[in-house]
């Protein structure tokens, strides 16, 4: 199979070890008095767009950063709980940088960029250094050195956390640095502003339309480069661990002018989060990853068991990861626990009142810690109570939040009992297709975190977003950009009364009156709820082809109502969210029936792709190498109509197998 | 559509725009379910008020498990609520009776004009940031994250510090709307870190600066900032703040 000659992912030659640090040394250089009239726009300010807009703007470049959000500290990396991946070897467990780009391709199930991954192992290290010294306050121990725990599909301690709000403090580390742009003058900051649309001038990204979400007035902004480091897609499933206005819009516009999108059906489900509890739900939130470090899960071994778990004696229960993956157990990676969670509730092992929910028990990690503790303090034969007591504080310092977070929304204690838990979508790991420099196929338009494809496969290992975002924020797009700004440094600021921007904006202008103009009868909000339900029956944590072509006739079907019987309220020249929402609805349809064409052309399973007809006797994912060892690249055609495009994926490493965590 | 049994009142503030005048409405807020957090509440009564062609009401709200700092009420006289230790969207129905009468207004402080209705302007907290919220250090050069030793107890101390999520409910909960509690968890958190040590006399004097520009008004020691806030930050850190600034001004 030869890629498509459309993508060119620039990937440079050598040896894997070395291309990076000789590619960084080489990529062309901007001079100082040139960067200081570059523009860069920089859409999204999480970790991907934080650490990219502060660094540029640290280096020279002039930087404007726009948000939806009312300020920048909101964006949804600031929700990570577990922690970063760094190959530091901290534990000396044997960790190294081969060791996580390793972990991380075939947790990715063999379906990303060897090049990439190694070289986000390579920076893994700087970003702790780095964050350490913007004084983000990262756990320790008593020696006063950092701390690390354990995630899934790893066997090594690599995972740097804060508690369980790691992106927090990440993120908070990330936007001090923009904030103190910000006071400098470097960088200009717009919240509450939401792209509309990108403007390309012969051929090249040269800015995009926003809307200022206050006044509702529409701006242009020019920029040498624009950056969409706005995240993933995971709403478009409706209910999600997601943030409620995280949404797809800046990617799918950028998608219609010209951006391919990269394996849009790559979707993660997160095997441990609170489950649905009515039909009032708005969002999911998750138990973090570290807790199955701590954590035991199980199910009763006899069906409709309606026993409390405390009354089923331990020979009654069924570990079920430990007993199907004795090497990993608990910590196998997400898409496989996920699997292994829907596959008991299928068969009937389901618990609490839905039934559709195991448990995550901590009894016998609190008891173990519990020993410790006394150990330490010197305790000569406590009793049990001292010792679950000891326990429960170890318990407290390590996850308190993420337990008093569980007790507030689901009225248990979960100190007492077990957590109930079951999959729920939470991250994407497609996105637009992106070269080595993280340049989209539109010359000047670069995606960053989340919102690129690039890294994590088909399935992305825990506490590995987070370093995606500030890899590709602090250490990757800082160098790469180089090797186009450097040609761009004879490119005059292109005023925003030229005819790509004027006819832009009045694009726009024109969509939304057609918004406002609909006044059916429904909200937008039924209208998401709807596509939700859709997406998560037959494109979800399953599919197969009968119901993927059920859903993309629903799909269009949806999508041809939408525009027919929405109604937006209130009026478009002020501060209207059901009409931000309505933008946003509107490409997560368009997006639903990409995601859908795309898992329906997919004829395998592999990560968070699992298609029903493709699976081992065992019922893991089965992969087939021999006709989709690529990347699928959609472009945009016209509507409904999508091209796909092939990149290649060469393993010249790593060995391709079938995944084994047994 | 029926959610759960519990039939409530609300009074809400609704407020078109910065400039214009804001009066309470009078809503019903029907079929809630006790195990709805406060923001699907309001997701209901939307979701009727657009049915039948009405504007729905404008609060901000994000992430939806307590962290991002977004979501903004003050419910019956109190910011986020009831409920000690939580944000608007953690706090659930449970926390109220079938038949009560709730009244939600916005964060009210000279320096978080509103926007619409319970949206409020916060970019002043952005702006004390700006002015020295931070550790000076750019991108790459850091040395080795293991170098810089911290003692346990200091390190949980300035995390603690930095739980902040800058959400303003000190501010409102503040009968002079004073900012000093999240002024100095920011200044706390790196006061406590050897990397904030440089810079530390600077960082307090231009926050503070920035602080009373802003608006804000003066602490008065009653400690309902500490009592109102979603994350439990501690008084302490406005005296380890008066410390610093005092300092800062005797050399």
Not at chain 1, 471 to 490: C, H, K, M, N, Q
Not at chain 2, 69 to 81: K, L, Q, T, V
């Amino acid at each position: 199979m030869a890629s498509s000659p459309k993508l060119n992912s620039k990937i440079p030659q050598g040896e894997l070890e070395t291309k990076w640090t000789k590619y960084r040394s080489t990529v062309h250089l901007v001079n100082p008095a040139n960067k200081r009239s570059l523009e860069v726009i920089v859409v999204g300010s999480g970790l991907a767009g934080a650490s990219a807009a502060a660094t540029l703007a640290e280096m020279g470049y002039k930087v404007k950063v726009l948000c939806f959000q009312d300020s920048p500290r909101r964006a949804h990396s600031i929700a990570a709980q577990g922690g970063v991946n760094a190959a530091k070897n901290y534990q000396n467990d044997g960790d190294s940088i081969y060791r996580l780009f390793y972990d991380t391709i075939k947790g990715g199930d063999y379906r990303a960029r060897e090049a990439n991954v190694h070289r986000l192992a390579e920076v893994s290290g700087n970003i702790i250094d780095q964050c350490v010294a913007q004084g983000v306050p990262f756990a320790r121990e008593y020696g006063g050195t950092l701390s690390n725990r354990s995630f899934g599909g790893t066997q090594v301690q690599r995972t740097f956390y804060a508690a369980g709000q790691t992106g927090q403090q990440l993120l908070l580390g990330a936007y001090s640095a923009l904030q103190r742009q910000v006071g400098m003058g470097a960088v200009q900051l717009l919240a509450r502003h939401e792209m509309m649309d990108v403007v390309n001038i012969d051929g090249k990204c040269r800015g995009i339309i926003a809307r200022d979400l206050v006044s509702g007035k529409l701006e242009r902004h020019f920029g040498h480069a624009v950056l969409l480091c706005t995240g993933g897609y995971g709403n478009v499933f409706y209910l999600s661990t997601n943030a409620m206005g995280s949404n797809v819009t800046a990617a799918w516009k950028a998608h219609k002018k010209g951006a391919f999108f990269g394996n849009p059906c790559y979707t993660q489900i997160h095997p441990t989060c609170i489950p649905v509890s009515g039909d009032h739900q708005s969002k999911l939130t998750l138990m973090s990853e570290s807790l199955r470090n701590d954590g035991r899960i199980w199910v009763p071994k006899k069906k409709d068991d309606n026993r409390k778990a405390i009354d089923i004696p331990e020979e009654e229960r069924d570990y079920y990861l430990e007993r199907r993956y004795p090497a990993f157990g608990n910590l196998v990676p997400r898409d496989v626990a996920s699997r292994a969670a829907k596959e008991r509730c299928d068969a009937g092992y389901g618990v609490g009142s839905s039934k559709m929910a195991v448990y995550l028990d901590f009894a016998a990690n609190t008891e173990r810690y519990g020993k410790i503790q006394a150990n330490k303090l010197g305790l000569h034969n406590p009793s049990k109570d001292e010792i679950i007591k000891l326990g429960k504080e170890v318990v407290k310092e390590k996850y308190g939040n993420l337990f008093d977070m569980y007790k507030q929304i689901t009225g248990e204690d979960p100190y007492e009992v077990p957590m109930r838990i079951y999959p729920a979508v939470h991250y994407t790991m497609g996105g637009l297709w992106v070269d080595y420099n993280l340049m989209t196929t539109v010359p000047g338009l670069y995606a960053l975190g989340e919102a690129n494809f690039s890294d994590h496969g088909a399935n992305r290992l825990g506490a590995s977003a987070l370093m995606q975002g500030l890899a590709d924020g602090y250490f990757v797009i800082p160098y790469t950009i180089g090797d186009y700004l450097s040609e761009e440094i004879r490119t005059k600021s292109i005023p925003t009364d030229n005819d790509a921007f004027v006819k832009a904006e009045a694009e726009v202008q024109e969509r939304i009156n057609k918004l406002m103009n609909i006044k059916g009868s429904k909200s937008v909000d039924h209208f998401h709820k709807r596509l939700g339900k859709i997406m998560w029956d037959k494109c979800g944590m399953a599919r197969n082809k009968e119901g993927l072509t059920q859903a993309i006739s629903e799909i269009q079907a949806l999508k041809a109502e939408f525009w027919k019987d929405v109604r937006v309220t209130g009026d478009a020249n002020e501060f209207n969210p059901e009409l931000e929402k309505a933008h946003r609805v509107a490409d997560f349809i368009e997006l639903g029936e990409l995601m859908c064409k795309d898992a329906l052309h997919r004829n395998e399973s592999c990560g968070g792709h699992f298609r029903e007809e493709y699976q081992t006797p065992d019922g893991e994912a089965l992969r087939d190498d021999d006709n989709f060892a690529y990347v699928a690249a959609w472009e945009y055609k016209s509507d409904s109509n999508f091209e796909l495009h092939k990149e290649e994926l060469k393993y010249d490493n790593i060995k391709l197998a079938q995944r084994n965590y047994a | 559509m029926s959610h759960g049994n519990m039939n409530l009142t609300l009074k809400v503030w609704k407020q078109k725009n910065k400039n214009e005048k804001g009066r309470f409405e009078t809503y019903d807020a029907k079929g809630i379910s006790p195990d709805m957090s406060f923001l699907e509440m309001f997701d209901v009564v939307n979701e009727q008020l657009i049915s039948s062609g009405k504007e729905p009401i404008a609060f901000d709200h994000d992430c939806r498990e307590g962290i991002c700092g977004m979501c903004s009420m003050y419910i019956n006289g109190r910011p986020h609520g009831p409920k000690q230790g939580v944000t608007t969207c953690q706090l659930h129905m449970r926390s109220f009776k079938d038949g009560d009468t709730i009244v939600v207004e916005p964060w009210r402080s000279a320096a978080f004009p509103v926007i619409k209705d319970l949206a409020v302007d916060r970019s002043s907290f952005d702006r004390i940031i700006a002015a020295g919220g931070f550790v000076s250090v750019n991108t790459g050069n850091a040395k080795d994250a293991n170098n810089i030793l911290i003692n346990k107890d200091d390190a949980d101390t300035a995390f603690n510090a930095a739980a902040c999520i800058g959400c303003g409910a000190c501010v409102a909960a503040c009968k002079n709307a004073s900012a000093m509690l999240f002024v100095s968890a920011k200044v706390s958190q790196l006061a406590l870190l050897p990397q904030g040590q440089i810079e530390k006399k600077a960082r307090v004097m231009n926050m503070v600066k920035q602080m009373d520009e802003e608006g804000f008004g003066n602490c008065t020691n009653t400690g309902a900032c500490e009592a109102e806030c979603p994350k439990s930050i501690s008084l302490e850190n406005i005296a380890r703040m008066n410390r610093e600034y005092l300092g800062a001004n005797m050399l």
